[in-house]
């Protein structure tokens, strides 16, 4: 994702997934899957999930920027790379 002109890699940690359930105040996770799933969410959601996702893939943007933060394709792209974010957070990586 890139923010302010700088890419920045993102993923959830099971921190940062626990952080989520409280500051969103969801009860589990599958009810922020939900939201999303049935276009519901909030830019609050999407805020909070791609800071959580900035902060797991060790990025270095304070909590709060990216509330004023240029996001390239706007916040079309930005909803979609939370939501992006969140299914691949579940997802069973292959076995090999």
Known sequence: ????????RM????GALAELEAELGVDTLVALVERFEQNAFS??????L???GLRGGQSEVEK???ARAV???G?????RK???LLARAFIIPEQT
């Open 1 to 8: 994702m890139v923010i302010d002109g700088v890419p920045h």
């Open 11 to 14: 993923r959830l940690t099971l």
């Open 43 to 48: 830019s609050r959601d999407v805020l909070a």
């Open 50 to 52: 791609l800071e959580a």
């Open 64 to 66: 709060g920027h990216l």
């Open 71 to 73: 996001i390239e394709g």
């Open 75 to 79: 916040p079309l792209v930005a909803a």
């Open 82 to 84: 939370a939501a992006e």
